[in-house]
């Protein structure tokens, strides 16, 4: 989808970023040709500033050094193409080449471009610059006041983050009272919300400080109206938490064993009645009943057939490790199917040592993002072995 999309609009950087960030997640194996494409194309038309942007960022942990120079490049080609500035603070964020002065420099000159950007990582990256947000936050604002899409006015919950950390503990309650005007036009603007416009504005109400009788009036009217969503089913699974507290008494079996059941049967009732929730239909069965002792071992796994099933139909690579050698421990804790479990831990170390591959190829970890990992790979290579023994 995103080559096609790169094919329709073969001038604008977003599907390309998506297409580069997803294989280095998802798919590590078919980066490098993309990456040998794009390097090409930027040795190839060294005055195409998207095309420097691209070899830039597609090398970026693999030659640190060229890659910022590409950036610089694009960045001195087209100076008010705002997004060789973002990806250079990125890379000036952290590992062997943080500097904080050249992520400044480089922040006030994509927010100079896009002063009401409210792009998710350039505001994570905001958070090192305390002088520049109030300016922000102020372009923001100015922006979403004049805004009638529903998507655009979503990015008032950015806006409201920004407020709050930009001005005193003292002037909150005048912050809480304009998020509950904005709120006002907000409901005028798209009075015909979907569940997620409706759950967007219930998040801005609490934090306007409405009462709960309010807020739970609101919730309310959402799940009637919208029974099977996503954003009903958040709701009905905060309520059953906050209603059933876990048992304070560690040693109280009994009371926990009614937790765990009631629980389950919450988590039945849940993938029943909200069948396009993919993280309930794939996995909370099977999170549920990990504990659970009491569980057949034909139920049990079931349950764990469908969830290795969703991890290797959805999971990106990156997460293999932990979902075999937690599909693993299951098997051990129950003591059921050994040889299972020992292909499983099997697979969950290979997963590993694929992932340390491709982390060992990174140029850009500073020294104690070095010693970092090195720690964490003993403790993953320890908990891995200390699953394959007790097998």
């Known amino acids: 989808m995103l080559e096609r999309l790169i094919a329709k609009y073969p001038r604008e950087f977003e599907p390309y970023r998506r297409l580069i960030e997803d294989l280095r997640q998802e798919a590590p ?31 970026r942990g693999t030659d640190t050094p060229e890659s910022i120079h590409l950036l610089e490049l694009a960045k001195s080609k087209a100076p008010i193409f705002p997004w060789p500035a973002k990806e250079l603070a990125d890379e000036y964020f952290s590992g062997k080449h943080a500097d904080v002065n050249k992520l400044k420099q480089n922040l006030e000159i994509f927010f100079s471009l896009c002063p009401s950007s409210a792009d998710r990582y350039a ?7 305390p002088e520049l947000q109030p300016r922000v936050a102020a372009a923001l604002r100015a922006r979403l006041e004049k805004e009638v899409d529903p998507k655009r006015l979503e990015d008032y919950s950015i806006l409201s983050g920004l407020e709050f950390r930009t001005h005193p503990s003292a002037e909150h309650d005048a912050l809480r009272a304009q998020i ?3 709120l006002i036009r907000l409901e005028k603007v798209h009075p015909d919300g979907d569940a997620e416009w409706r759950a967007f504005l219930i998040s801005g109400y609490r934090q306007s400080g409405a009462s709960l009788e309010a807020v739970n009036a609101m919730e309310d009217r959402l799940i009637r109206e919208y029974p099977h969503s996503n954003e009903a089913s958040e709701i009905v699974q905060d309520r059953w938490t906050k209603a059933h507290k876990e048992p304070e008494d560690q040693a109280d079996t009994v009371a926990w064993s009614k937790h765990q059941k009631d629980y ?42 469908a969830y290795q099933q969703s991890v290797n139909d959805f999971d990106p690579p990156s997460l293999w490790m932990w979902r075999y050698s937690q599909a693993a421990e299951f ?61």
């Open 180 to 182: 509950a005007r904005d």
């Open 123 to 129: 505001q994570f990256l905001l958070a090192k610059d």
């Open 264 to 305: 389950e049967n919450a988590v039945k009732d849940w993938v029943r009645d909200y069948p396009e929730n993919s993280f309930l239909q794939r996995y909370v069965w099977f999170y549920a009943i990990q504990n659970d002792d009491t569980i057949s071992e034909q139920e049990g796994t079931a349950a764990l057939n």
């Open 331 to 391: 098997l051990l804790e129950h003591k059921w199917q050994p040889t299972r479990a020992m292909e499983l831990m099997k697979e969950a170390r290979t997963s590993h040592e694929k992932n340390l591959a491709s982390e060992n190829k990174d140029d850009n970890l500073s020294d104690d993002q070095m010693k970092d990992r090195n720690e964490q790979e003993v403790w993953v290579a320890q908990y891995l072995n200390g699953l394959i023994l007790r097998g």
């Open 29 to 59: 194996d078919q980066l490098p040709s993309l990456r040998d494409r794009l390097v090409k194309r930027a040795k190839h038309n060294p005055d195409d500033p998207l095309a420097l942007l691209l070899a830039g960022l597609v090398l």
